[in-house]
């Protein structure tokens, strides 16, 4: 009974998720894989254990008898392997490794760290600052927190926003005493803008603030919006932030915002697996991020 060999984990995902459905095109869209990779699954299973599993009725599959009883037990055995490996989890030190915009590490998120790594949780977390989105499936990292219009993914994801931020343009007092401050959307286009990789994020701040038409956009490229912000303190020209990376320079003066504007363009969003969506630690995360990016009043 021992060395009876097992059919692959993956066909098996595949006949629990039709037998629960009752759809292989269901089950496909679950799995995030096409509705013939399950269709081969189910085949290569009822070949292996020469039992017949599933008939077609209508447009669906039912469980025959003998199916019925399999898929009790293959249920069992996945709520098995859930709990095992949960417990598992839950008693290994936890280590979470985070990629994130850069912008939003240094200015906000770093000096919040201790409220969600300090005792009595010891947690071990890696904030990996980069532009790049890790293969969250392959475990790369455990989470990651972008900013986005709109997050195309796939059903093995789940995306939160977390906030969505008013974006402004910014300028150090010393700028604004040496080439005053515009007081157009057409003076403004025309004056020392500070860019990230490309001069797209100015464009449609402007295009949706009302400015209409194509304009010639100069000024210096500086790849990441901190370091754009950063060279607008240091007063070398007006650079885009929002509320969250520059909360402190307002208060203290060091920038200026030029022209009251409503103008919102993307969310930070937090996004992780799916299937440990719940899990205590990314539950965890999840709440941290909340109240650290909760938009200043």
Partial sequence: MLNVPLPSLTALKAFEAV???????????????????????????????????????????????EGRSYHQEVCKAFAILKRATSAARARR???????????IVSRRLLSHLPKLTASPRNWDVNLQPTLAQPNLLDGEADAAIIYADITETDARLRVEDLVRPRVFPVASPSFLEQFLAPETLERLAVSVLLHEESTLQWERWLSLAGLSGKHSLGGQRLWHAHLAIEAARLGQGIALANELLVEDELRSGALVEIMTTKVFMGSYQLVTCADRWNEPAIAVLRQWLQETLKRPE
Avoid: F, Y
């Fill in 19 to 65: 037998g629960r459905l009752g759809s292989v095109r269901a089950a496909g869209d679950e799995l995030a894989v096409s509705h013939t990779v399950i269709s081969r699954h189910l085949r290569h299973l009822q070949e292996s254990l020469d039992i017949t599993l599933m008939v077609p009725r209508g447009r669906n599959l039912v469980l025959t008898d």
């Fill in 93 to 103: 030190p936890t280590k979470l490794s985070i990629w994130c915009t850069p912008g």
